[in-house]
């Protein structure tokens, strides 16, 4: 929570009333943020940025499993028998009756 400037301005107003009585935490760490230059914007680019980089990461596992599809995928268009493809991406054996 950012201070407004009518907080700041009676914040103001109470220290040039009463120079003698030190400011409350509170007053004094709003005095601090309404000092720094530009804070939304750059309270803004902080949050971005951290979201930005949990966006990153998750991007990583999403590439990660698009090529494991597009490999596997590969691979499969790449085989000549398309059944002993499958089988041995998946770990089993097919046996055809001759019947069939």
């Known amino acids: ?9 009676k ?3 109470a220290t040039i009333c009463n120079p003698y009585l ?4 509170a007053e ?3 005095m601090m943020l309404s000092s ?10 902080w949050i971005f940025k951290l979201d930005y980089e949990n966006m990153e990461k998750n991007i990583g ?3 990660r499993l698009c090529r494991a599809y597009i490999c596997s995928g590969n691979y499969l268009s790449a085989s ?6 499958v089988s041995s991406v998946v770990g ?9």
Do not use: C
């Not at 929570?1 to 301005?9: A, D, S, V």
């Not at 030190?22 to 935490?25: D, E, K, R």
């Open 1 to 9: 929570m950012l201070p407004t400037p009518e907080e700041k301005h």
């Open 11 to 13: 914040i103001q107003e």
């Open 22 to 25: 030190p400011l409350g935490s």
């Open 28 to 30: 004094q760490f709003f």
């Open 36 to 45: 720094i230059s530009e804070l939304p914007a750059r309270l803004k680019l």
């Open 61 to 63: 596992v999403f590439s």
């Open 80 to 85: 000549d028998d398309w059944i002993s493809a």
């Open 92 to 100: 089993f054996t097919t046996t055809l009756s001759p019947g069939h």
